[in-house]
């Protein structure tokens, strides 16, 4: 797998991930969702350069014009509830991929420092032959992104796959990285060092979904 790490270099998105973590302006929620969009969009940005591009000849008011176009027919996934935001900023650029939802949440079943991913619902178009471009906001333990694409298997093998996160923990880009294929590509926005006894990326910015979406009731 491939590992595109955008905090190997400055630019802007430093400043999206800076508020998101800050928590005096993550506690804005409308701003929180916002810039999770922002940084979809220049993810998506990053990962178009990796597309397969064909020339076509574009007419103008004026003349024709050669213009390089991305030719993939694109899936995009996302992950529920916290992928929401993530998937509208990737959605933003690539406006004509068709489109998947899932949800995959943690259960703890026994003991609330341990769980499994559960898998439920789950929407998705043919992915055969296709480009597969799998967000996942926060990649913590690595279990949920790879419960997510075992759960879209049945709906065809995709040409190629790119994953998409913000924040990444060294644990789950490993795990990730070992149950993905070699030619699969990971465009994340930063990784953090560690997780904690519960799972969570620390220094990490807390729960995405939450800070999103308002506080859920635990089950």
């Known amino acids: 797998m491939t ?38 969009e220049v993810l998506g940005y990053e ?12 007419k103008t008011p004026l003349g024709t014009s050669n213009i390089n176009l991305p030719e993939n027919d694109i899936v995009l996934c996302s992950i529920l509830r916290a992928g929401v935001p993530l998937h509208n900023g990737l959605l933003n650029y690539f406006d004509k991929a068709e489109n998947a939802f899932i949800s995959a949440y ?11 991913i559960v898998v439920e619902y789950l929407a998705c178009p043919d992915l055969e032959g296709k480009t597969l471009i799998l967000a996942d906001p926060m990649l913590a333990t690595g279990q949920s992104m790879v419960a997510t694409f075992e759960a879209l298997k049945p709906f065809g093998a995709p040409k ?38 519960k799972g969570y990326i620390i220094p990490g910015l807390g729960d995405a979904g939450d800070l999103a979406f308002g506080k859920k009731l635990q089950h």
């Open 47 to 58: 990962m178009s350069k990796h597309l397969k591009y064909n020339s076509e000849l574009i």
């Open 106 to 116: 943690r259960h703890h079943k026994h003991n609330p420092d341990s769980f499994e």
């Open 160 to 197: 190629e796959i790119h994953l998409i996160s913000v924040i990444g923990a060294q644990d789950g880009v490993e795990f990730v990285k070992q149950n993905f294929g070699k030619e699969t590509h990971l465009w994340i926005a930063t990784i953090d060092e560690k997780l904690n006894e």
């Open 3 to 40: 590992i595109h790490n955008l905090s190997n270099q400055n630019s802007i998105l430093n400043n999206f991930i800076s508020e998101i973590r800050n928590i005096d302006i993550q506690k804005d929620s409308m701003r929180f969702r916002r810039n999770i969009e922002r940084i979809g």
